[in-house]
């Protein structure tokens, strides 16, 4: 099965935490939080949503910083996924 994202939403899966620092450091908390970066997996249309003109920022591929406490958590095929408007989405990583 495939996501299709409708409107100004987008598709994201999500990066795995870092347990341990570039140095060697070994972080032992960093299971219990979500990292907020994830990889834009697909991208809806954009289009006219609640009467404003939405042209779409981000693309497949991109690695992006998100809101913490948005989007909708989806489990497809034993993958988990993040649906979150495009206005959610902070930031781009390059």
């Known amino acids: 099965m495939k996501l ?3 409107g100004d939403r987008v598709v994201l899966k999500q ?3 870092e347990k341990t620092t570039k140095s060697g450091i070994v972080l032992p908390g960093s299971e ?3 990292p907020q970066q994830a990889e834009v997996i697909a991208v ?3 289009g006219v949503v609640d009467g404003k003109e939405i042209i779409m920022q981000v693309a497949v591929g991109q690695v992006v910083i998100y809101s913490k406490y948005s989007g909708t958590e989806v489990k497809l095929d034993g993958e988990e996924y993040i ?3 495009q206005n959610d989405i902070l ?3 390059e």
Do not use: F
């Open 32 to 34: 219990k939080e979500k």
């Open 44 to 46: 809806g249309p954009g």
């Open 91 to 93: 930031a781009v990583v």
């Open 15 to 17: 990066v795995a935490a």
């Open 83 to 85: 649906i979150v408007k």
């Open 4 to 6: 299709v994202p409708l």
